[in-house]
């Protein structure tokens, strides 16, 4: 079946919640590991179910924000999720004082225990309309994101479609382009203040009730961080700090010689060349073939995988009205097929945003078949190295999108990875003060912000705009809204990712073996054993940071632009 034809209904939950009560018990009573191994493969059968059903409303409420039927699915979901976590939460329960624990772990592995103890702290019958709460308002966000219409020299555009405008050649579209866009955000400034306060609150609130000090504490759990705390990720801010953040800004100085420009303005940053950035040759379907054409000799399982997702139309690409903006990879479970969900704009960040979920699904492809759910993806700091370092993999390839403007793509992708990690150290740091201090007003929240800019980003240039200035910026950041502490795992992973670059323009044989074993792997190991697993070295690891960068700036240095 292509993806239009896979099958939809509405869970019954009350039918559900009795069939999977039933399987529990079951489970907890069988008096033999075989009757209770098998009844683990039901419980995980019938999980999979609900969770595919999740994933197939959730993509087609994306495609279509405004279509009627999909929208009462996701309001519905928002309310059933947590009644399926609470009957996750029984399992594990179940799971971690099984009387066949030993054989089970020696089947199974041992991260399969350490995630049930790390779920066991993050839910409780008492959380459950908190948590109903904290899924309205956050599908709340997208949905306001995703309904913007952004009015501009007579014509309409998205969030995502504005993009291209903001990169434009002429100075006057960019900046004009850049006021549209953020006039819009500010005439929603209330409601984005608004709703962030109440999912602070509504954090805070089920963090207390689980027994954590605050959110920081319940939000490192929720994200299964099992082997580094936020003293590690702190320190590691630091090296990005001290290590990144003068290559950046020499950098972002760089471009503004190359530009000529007196200043480099806020609206100017993702304006890299005189003669324009480079751009992609054809439009989507022709993107598409070129990239059939990449992953057919990238690899045999990379031929494989592409050819599965377009024979089973498993991509939705291109930007349009209504469509929530971003991207992501998504799974379906029962059909044990990845979704490409994406907002091409005609921009280089096509090609970035394909290949980086392409990394994704290749990998939730690859372990597929491990044959238990947690297993299907690690957690997201990991997940993260897959998709940054496939955009390094297909490098060889950008000829095929780019044709002459290759050379200009891989210095603006490079030199972008590096920008992009002051600045998501600095939407990590913003969350950890933010649930520290849950009492925090809205301005002091903005003003937050605005001091952390001036730390991570000091190159940054506002040119008075009132909104930005206030330290609104981060309005437009849908983790921190719909996926709390969910980007430094960006940060980690690029770091990563850089070292699988350097080690492929080294022995692209080593590092492609080592990064297919990492993806066949899935989520049965930490994020530090999946690194060691892959022959990477810890980000945490004192130098690291620095020892990577030296490598890629030396690479930007010798670059002609």
Known sequence: MVFTEFPYRRPDMAAFSARFQQLLSQFESADSYTLQRDLLQRINDTRNEFLSLRALCHIRHTINVKDAFYEQENDFFDREIPTFEGLNFSFYQKLTASPFREQLEAEWGRQLFNLADLNLQTFSPEILEDLKEENALSSAYMKLKAGARIPFRSEEYNISSIFKLETDPDRNTRREAAAAKWSYFESQAAEWDDTFDRLVKTRHRMAQKLGFRNFVELGYVRMLRSDYNAEMVAGFREQIRTAIVPIATALYERQRRRLDLDRLLFFDEEYRFTDGNPQPKGDPEWIIAQAGRMYAELSPETEEFFRFMR???????????????????????????????????????????????????????????????????????????????????????????????????????????????????????????????????????????RDIERKYLPHRDYDGHPYLESGAFWHKQNHIFGMPFYYIDYVLAQICAFQFWIRNREDHAAAWNDYLRLCQAGGSRSFLELTELAGLRSPFAPGCVEEVAAAVSQWLEQTDF
């Open 311 to 449: 024979d089973n139309e498993l991509m939705d690409l291109p930007a349009r009205n209504d469509k929530a903006p971003g991207g992501y990879c998504s799974f379906i479970n029962d059909q044990k097929a990845p979704f490409i969900f994406s907002n091409f704009n005609g921009t280089s960040g096509d090609i970035d945003v394909l290949t980086h979920e392409v990394g994704h699904a290749f990998q939730v492809y690859s372990s597929r078949h491990i044959g238990i759910n947690e297993y299907n993806w690690p957690s997201y700091d990991a997940c993260e190295i897959h998709s940054m370092s496939m955009e390094f993999f297909t490098w060889p390839w950008m000829p095929l999108f780019f044709g002459e403007d290759a050379q200009k793509y891989y210095f603006a992708h490079l030199s972008g990875a590096i920008n992009f990690l002051p600045y998501g150290v600095a939407v990590d740091e913003f969350q950890h003060q933010v649930y520290e201090n849950p009492e925090w007003t809205p301005a002091r929240r903005r003003q937050a912000w």
